[in-house]
């Protein structure tokens, strides 16, 4: 079963190239002109065991936000369309995840019913050009387009970075888990038989 999908996403403020394979081991290359991002999405994919590459360009001049929402709803686009039927996997996962001072926990439902939770007291401003308020925008554009319940917590820290960095981490923990295929489940695991709507 091939568990792969590619993404071409073109607006006036990003065209976005993607291409995602969940039985990954972190290959790809991650180039969306903003730094910082390109670093969580390296961290992603390495935890994540996701092969990702992302091909990004931007209205910078504007500021990051339309290149970083955009680019998490066409990630949660590729999960969704990787994911098929959601046939065979472990559909929860959750990670606990310190990064120095920093510690993120996250739990995912692949359930079909988009939802982000998230708190998180980060300080004001940026990390290479990279506003630490757009750390939520990320999650809700993945969550929404990949149909994922996704509870998402920066419990701790004091190092925006470190703080950043542990939820990625915690996420790309929770969603390796999630997305496993679980050798003893022999069909869509929901009662309702279905988690794609």
Known sequence: MSRRAEIHRDTAETQIRLALGLDGTGAGTRATGVGFLDHMLDLLARHGRLDLDAQVSGDL???????????????????????????GITRYGHAVVPMDEARALCAIDVSGRPLLVFHADLPPGGTGGFDHELVDEFFRAVASTAKLTLHLEIERGTNAHHMIEAAFKAFARALRAAVAIDPSETGVPSTKGTLTA
Do not use: P, Q, Y
């Open 61 to 87: 001049e504007t500021g990051a936000h339309h290149t970083v929402e955009d680019t998490g709803l066409a990630l949660g686009r590729a999960l969704d369309e990787a994911l098929g039927d959601r046939s």
